[in-house]
């Protein structure tokens, strides 16, 4: 059985600090690992996706993999208040076997 | 450009009804997937098409579960004799096939309330 863990949180931070939110998995053979945020009520949305070991950066976000320790952390630097959600992490085998991580609750305190 | 649309966004429905949602993926994209997601839950996976052929199927997918990409192009789902367990948020996504491209790009999701 593939799994994802995440920290179900609620994870709090202060407006403008950076909030780091963890993952980790089970399947080694995974390839493709994504990050999707999702507000209360609606659907996931693409946030950043990394297929190599190392930091990936856009914008106010960082994605890092660590597949040695199958390990993939999503940084969030200059929190906003707009910031507040669940965020999944999802794992799979380049285009097939995702799974989906509960989600970790994000909120962010003006 | 437009995105991932489902129909409806909304079902109320009795117990052991059928309903079928429809799901039409980003245009250019030929890989759909169905997820089903529950309160507090990440979305679990339930099938997916690489154009009209359906290449996985979660075993979690009861005998009461199909769905369906005749053309390549939009899919439907179809939950036979609803049970209030069905209850839940039913995601479409879809991708592209490219190599080096598997970011899934999710619809607004239909929500089923069964009674």
């Known amino acids: 059985q593939k799994e994802v863990e995440q920290n179900s949180g609620p994870l709090s931070v202060p407006e403008g600090a950076i909030a780091s939110l963890n993952c980790t998995y089970s399947?080694?053979?995974?390839?493709?690992f994504f990050w999707y945020r999702q507000y209360s009520g609606k659907s996931p949305e693409l946030i950043m996706f990394?297929?190599?070991?190392g930091d990936k950066e856009d914008g106010r976000f960082t994605a890092q993999l660590n597949k040695a320790s199958q390990y993939v952390s999503l940084l969030i630097r200059d929190s906003q208040p707009s910031d507040s959600a669940t965020y999944l992490c999802a794992v799979a085998y380049y285009g097939q076997n995702f799974v989906f991580g509960p989600g970790t609750r994000l909120s962010v305190l003006p | 450009d437009t995105g991932v649309s489902q129909d409806p966004r909304h079902k109320i429905t009795k117990r052991g009804q059928n309903v079928t949602f429809r799901c039409d993926p980003i245009?250019?994209?030929?890989?759909l997937y169905w997820y089903r997601q529950t309160l507090g839950q990440g979305p679990e996976f339930l099938t997916y098409?690489?154009?009209?052929?359906?290449?996985?199927k979660s075993r979690l997918l009861s005998d009461r579960f199909s769905a369906e990409r005749p053309k390549g192009s939009f899919s439907t789902l179809e939950i036979q004799r609803t049970e209030q367990g069905d209850s839940a948020m039913y995601l479409c996504?879809?991708?592209?096939?490219?190599?080096?491209?598997?970011?899934?790009?999710f619809g607004p999701g239909t929500r089923l309330t069964v009674t």
């Open positions: 990394i297929y190599s070991n």
């Open positions: 245009s250019e994209h030929n890989r």
């Open positions: 098409f690489q154009n009209e052929a359906q290449l996985e």
């Open positions: 996504a879809s991708s592209t096939a490219g190599t080096g491209e598997y970011e899934q790009y």
């Open positions: 399947d080694r053979g995974s390839q493709s």
